[in-house]
């Protein structure tokens, strides 16, 4: 997608304009995404880690995610890289604070925390 094209302003991030909504996903259980998904609302009402696996980056199409844990139960969101894809060289992201929020940014090759 080029950049400023079928887009629109949300906070300081641009989010597609998508009328389906496809382009954002509601995570309650462990779950791969779909490269054209882009914002993950993950709510873990659990004890247990659930997990979400990432596209692989040199097929993610926006090449940005955002992520945020909506909720304050003690269960964490577990993001891991697909395949042999790193998380700021790491195989795994953790996200375990209520609200704690990250934009994960592809470079084609792995990902990193912006």
Sequence with gaps: MQ??????LHGN???PNNTSN???VNIS???TLLPYQRVAFCRNNLQSSIAVILPLANQAQPKEYYFIKA???SGSIII?????????GQSTYELNGP???ITLISDGQNWFVF
């Excluded at 950049?3 to 629109?8: A, D, F, K, Q």
């Excluded at 891991?80 to 700021?88: K, P, V």
């Design 3 to 8: 950049r400023g094209v079928n887009e629109s």
């Design 13 to 15: 991030h641009r989010l």
């Design 22 to 24: 496809d382009f954002k």
């Design 29 to 31: 259980s462990s779950t």
């Design 71 to 73: 909720d304050s139960a």
């Design 80 to 88: 891991y890289g697909n395949s042999s894809d790193t998380i700021n």
């Design 99 to 101: 609200n704690q929020s």
